[in-house]
């Protein structure tokens, strides 16, 4: 039995068009990956994020600041097939190159700053500062920018 089977079984058409491209090894031109194109758009995961999305291109955090939760959604959107030619990824990349610092950094992230920004307190995360943005960036297709 192949391993990619109960995955070809879920509801999510982004999970099984990534599982016939990258798992599979699926030519963008297959039939099935083809008819996946069309209905991505529409799995429930995508339709979920792009609802939450504010109007200045940023998503909210439970715990996170607007700079992460974008950065996240981000992320999650360009796993799911959605890149930079789609209008709420564009909104979101904005909403990120607009909190980059003069440096080429972001700014600390609020759930992570420990006395007041102070750094000397104890942060101890300040790559994510700058790795966390890009992560989100690079997988909707901003790696060059």
Excluded: K
């Amino acid at each position: 039995m192949n391993w990619a089977i109960p995955l070809l079984a879920d509801a999510s058409p982004c999970l099984r068009q990534l599982v016939l491209r990258e798992l599979l090894a699926r030519p963008p031109d297959d039939p099935e990956v083809q008819e996946l194109d069309e209905l991505c758009p529409g799995d429930p995961l995508v339709i979920r994020l792009l609802q939450a999305q504010n109007a200045d291109g940023s998503w909210e955090g439970e715990s996170v600041d607007r700079l992460h939760a974008t950065s996240q959604a981000l992320t999650r959107l360009g796993y799911l097939g959605l890149g930079r030619d789609h209008a709420a990824v564009q909104r979101g990349a904005a909403f990120v190159f607009s909190q980059q610092q003069p440096d080429g950094s972001w700014p600390l992230f609020r759930s992570h700053e420990r006395d007041g920004g102070n750094i000397d307190g104890g942060y101890d995360l300040i790559s994510l500062q700058t790795s966390m943005p890009l992560r989100g960036l690079v997988a909707c297709g901003y790696a060059t920018d």
